[in-house]
């Protein structure tokens, strides 16, 4: 039957009609039915306009998001290389990974790298201008001879020490026009979306970017809001 479709879905709608109307007094017509028909369709285009409504803000929102968290970047960029002015260190990177082992604890030079989401080439070269300027020292790791640990000098520690204050107003400087409940929410969204792509970048490196993107949103489904860890937190 070229319209077997329809009518399962006439039944349906059927059903439902009934079901509206059952016990009521009024014995419905033709022309009810057909009110309710406009309705029930009118009410399933909106729900679907919605939906595409909804995507695209969202597409939206994301392209301002990436487009913003981008601009944040190089504002901080611009605050960190003014406060590094009269320091041995020359960018922010050397700052990070400088940062990353001031708990005193070494670390292997892919654990810095992936820590602060570096590619290994870039990253060899920031610990290579570390070790040039005796800020950070290196051996084999006992575990693994091919591989290399590194570990903050007393020199480097010194450098962080005399940084921190300004630093510190780097960092106040770039959120200060958020009030306390903004700085919050923002805070536990950033690094949110942080540890969602941290797991990417190590686990999933190679993968294409549509196979990353479906992961992110199967993340989206099961984070529920809340922070398992702080990767980064100092």
């Not at 006439?10 to 406009?38: R, V």
């Not at 002015?85 to 990353?100: F, M, N």
């Not at 690094?191 to 190590?202: A, I, P, S, V």
């Not at 490196?205 to 529920?224: F, I, M, P």
């Amino acid at each position: 039957m070229k319209y077997k479709k329809l009518l399962f879905d006439l039944i349906d709608y059927l059903d439902a009609f009934e079901s509206l109307h059952d016990g009521g007094s009024h014995e419905p017509e033709i022309k009810d039915f057909a009110d309710f028909l406009s309705w029930r369709c009118g009410k399933k285009k909106k729900q679907e306009e919605e939906v595409v409504s909804v995507t695209r803000e969202r597409a939206a929102g994301a392209k301002n998001i990436a487009r913003g968290v981008s601009l944040l970047h190089r504002y901080s960029r611009f605050y960190i290389k003014k406060a590094l002015t009269e320091s041995p260190l020359q960018t922010e990177d050397e700052y990070t990974y400088l940062v990353s082992l001031m708990n005193g604890e070494s670390m292997t030079k892919t654990e810095l790298n992936n820590l602060n989401a570096m590619e290994k080439t870039s990253g060899a070269e920031v610990m290579r201008r570390l070790l040039k300027a005796n800020l950070i020292e290196q051996r084999p790791d006992e575990e693994d001879r091919r591989s290399m640990r590194v570990s903050i000098t007393p020199e480097g520690r010194k450098v962080l020490v005399n940084l921190f204050p300004n630093l510190r107003l780097c960092a106040e400087t770039l959120v200060s026009a958020l009030s306390d409940e903004q700085l919050t929410a923002f805070d536990h969204l950033l690094w949110l979306l942080c540890e969602c792509h941290n797991e990417m970048f190590t686990g999933k490196h190679d993968a294409e970017l549509t196979d990353l993107h479906a992961e992110t949103c199967g993340l989206k489904q099961s984070a529920g809001g809340a922070l398992s860890k702080r990767l980064y937190r100092r």
